[in-house]
């Protein structure tokens, strides 16, 4: 069987349609209705464009996914009618659920929009494995990355994404503690163990330009190392570093898009940002001479010492009313999704990495 990384990308994409669909999860109530009830219901007259296509687009990754991950499998028959038919069921199942959410609507509509969008991506990846990009796809893997690089290619794949929640800064991945402590201090409110928590009695200080400046330097650093860190040789490591930072400045971009519309595309383009982007850039270049295993143990310094830092620093009021936009509007079901991206993805390169650097040590050993 072929380890491919299509797999561990339908799980995470088909988790990640869950909390898309289910978000926010609260205030579940029963009607007295059967759960699919919305199959017999007539077509909500209530629909935009970006509903039709968020609806199809956010399947036709999943299909694409499922059918890949078959194919790549072994399994020759059958692989579009399965993948749709596991799409759509999981489709069914949620829309299903959201008969229970005061907040959400289930909808034939979204529903059949979602089946439509699951056999668009499976045909799409059975299309492309009979014109035999598939087959090229596992020679360019094979030439590029090491065998056991399945994860990281993962987790690369996920960070433009990551990206798309807006960030206090650029490329400024798992800002979580001020969150995390109110989140904790709401629970353990009226509680003996609040006082257990060690809560801060200061203020958190935003950060200055050049603490700015140095995040933004190993934010862009982080997908860069990760990559050295699979791949064979140094003039494919340069290469990698355009790619990432191609991925990053749209990502960034697109996320500014979204917040503030089209033409603020850009305004996150700062002068620390440009001295961060040309510094991670430059010391990107240098430590692509590393070996991968020294990558892995500078990755490791780069997100301790980043996570420390952004964490060390509030969010912005300018960036709490960016949050609005995602939180209260349109981009709502998107919301939860891109929002665990962006927190949990450098902790789970940190625990990728930290994995990585044990089987490499027992190899040695």
């Known amino acids: 069987m072929h380890k491919s990384s299509a797999w561990p990308l339908a799980g995470v994409y088909a988790v990640l349609m869950v909390y898309a669909s289910l978000y926010p999860f609260d205030q579940w109530r029963d009607q007295d209705l059967v759960p699919w009830s919305f199959v017999t219901h007539p077509w909500t007259p209530y629909w935009s464009g970006f509903d039709v296509v968020s609806n199809w687009l956010g399947y036709a990754p999943l299909g694409f996914w499922l059918t890949l991950g078959a194919l790549r499998s072994g399994v020759q028959r059958g692989t579009v009618a399965y993948s749709v038919m596991a799409a759509a069921g999981l489709s069914f199942l949620l829309e299903s659920l959201q008969s229970y959410l005061p907040a959400r609507v289930p909808s034939l509509l979204d529903f059949s929009l979602n089946t439509a969008g699951a056999l668009c991506g499976a045909s799409a990846a059975h299309a492309l494995e009979q014109l035999g990009w598939l087959d090229r796809w596992s020679r360019f893997r094979a030439r590029w990355f090491v065998p056991d690089a399945r994860l990281s290619l993962v987790a690369l794949f996920l960070w433009p994404t990551a990206l798309l929640f807006p960030a206090a800064v650029p490329f400024g991945l798992g800002q979580v503690l001020e969150r995390l402590e109110d989140a904790v201090g709401a629970w353990l409110k009226d509680t003996p163990f609040l006082e257990w928590l060690p809560l801060r009695h200061v203020e958190l200080q935003p950060l200055v330009p050049g603490a700015e400046l140095l995040c933004v330097m190993l934010g862009l650093l982080t997908p860069c190392l990760l990559g050295f860190s699979i791949i064979r040789h ?84 300018y960036f709490a009313q960016t949050l609005q936009t995602w939180e209260q509007g349109r981009f709502i079901r998107f919301h939860g999704v891109a929002q665990w991206l962006g927190w949990l993805w450098p902790y789970g390169v940190l625990g990728l990495a930290l994995a990585r650097a044990g089987r490499s040590d027992e190899g040695r050993a």
Request: charged share 5%.
């Open 234 to 317: 140094q003039h494919q490591r340069l290469l990698a570093v355009v790619v990432v930072v191609g991925m990053g400045v749209a990502a960034s971009a697109l996320s500014a898009a979204l917040s503030f519309g089209p033409r603020h595309a850009w305004v996150w383009l700062q002068l620390p940002t440009w001295l961060g982007m040309a510094m991670g850039i430059v010391v990107a270049c240098i430590m692509s001479m590393l070996s991968a295993r020294a990558c892995l143990a500078c990755l490791l310094c780069v997100l301790v010492l980043n996570l420390a830092i952004l964490n060390q620093a509030p969010a912005s009021e």
